[in-house]
Nanobody, 123 residues
Framework: VQLQASGGGLVQAGGSLRLSCAPS????????MGWHRQAPGIQRELVAQ???????DYADSVKGRFAVSRDYAKNTVYLQMSSLKLEDTAVYYC??????????????????WGQGTQVTVSS
């Protein structure tokens, strides 16, 4: 099962984009889901995340501009991006924390990653 991200593209500064990320098949139990981004020469950073209980967390640089949401039935996560800035240009990756239990009863949380979608903000 893979995570498939979509919705990236080219947008002018001040514009909006909505990213979506859905699994290609059944994933079972998913706890947290989120979005990360990586610009050239910069380490991948967390943008936003949402827990199984609906709690959200954002990078300071996107607070008030981005909103993360989730469709629990479909295990799909969204990122609504508004008031985009040049510095938001990056490849955006979605993530999903897959929870399962091994035969010996040990719990495991495995982070799955999407393939990345390019967001380019122009002046």
């Amino acid at each position: 099962v893979q995570l498939q991200a979509s919705g990236g593209g080219l947008v002018q500064a001040g514009g909006s984009l909505r990213l979506s990320c859905a699994p290609s098949g059944s994933l079972g139990s998913i706890t947290g889901m989120g979005w990360h981004r990586q610009a050239p020469g910069i380490q991948r950073e967390l943008v936003a995340q949402i827990t199984s209980g609906g709690n959200t967390d954002y990078a300071d640089s996107v607070k008030g501009r981005f909103a993360v949401s989730r469709d629990y039935a479909k295990n799909t996560v969204y990122l609504q991006m508004s008031s985009l800035k040049l510095e938001d240009t990056a490849v955006y990756y979605c993530s999903a924390d897959h929870y399962y239990v091994l035969p010996d009863g040990s719990p495991v949380v495995e982070r799955l990653w999407g393939q990345g979608t390019q967001v380019t903000v122009s002046s």
